[in-house]
């Protein structure tokens, strides 16, 4: 059994993996960045720390997520915060992961599926945070 926090994104529920969350927050207001990738919604100041806030629809090709959208949960990668924008935040419990079995994902379900779990008899598909996040490439 693995834990997992139980949150709605694009309409649909899924699991993210415990391990992955930080913490979850409402956000206040955010800064756009010019140039940056079109799921980077902008920056936020979060605890003395600023925060990446990424459009989850947009970064699963998807319609942009709703723009009074402030809850989100925090999760850092090599060092770096991100905030990533969620419909809804339910609850962390214990499930078995179970593999995709042959489910054909459609957009960027597809990259960010890494499994399913079974709540009150529903498939609920778990998703790999980092894959929402923007890629950085370093030029040589």
Known sequence: MELFLVA?????AVAVPAEQVESVVDLGEFVPVPG???SVRGLA???SRVVTVID?????????TPDGTRRAIITRLDGHHYAVLVDALEDVAAFER???AGLTLRHGWAAAGIGLIEREGEP???IDLPCLLPAITLAA
Do not use: D, I, K
Not at 56 to 64: E, I, K, M, S, V
């Open 8 to 12: 709605h994104v694009a309409g649909r």
């Open 36 to 38: 940056a990738q079109a």
């Open 45 to 47: 100041a979060l605890r």
């Open 56 to 64: 989850t629809g947009l970064a699963l090709g998807l319609a942009a």
């Open 98 to 100: 179970q593999p995709l």
């Open 124 to 126: 609920v598909l778990v």
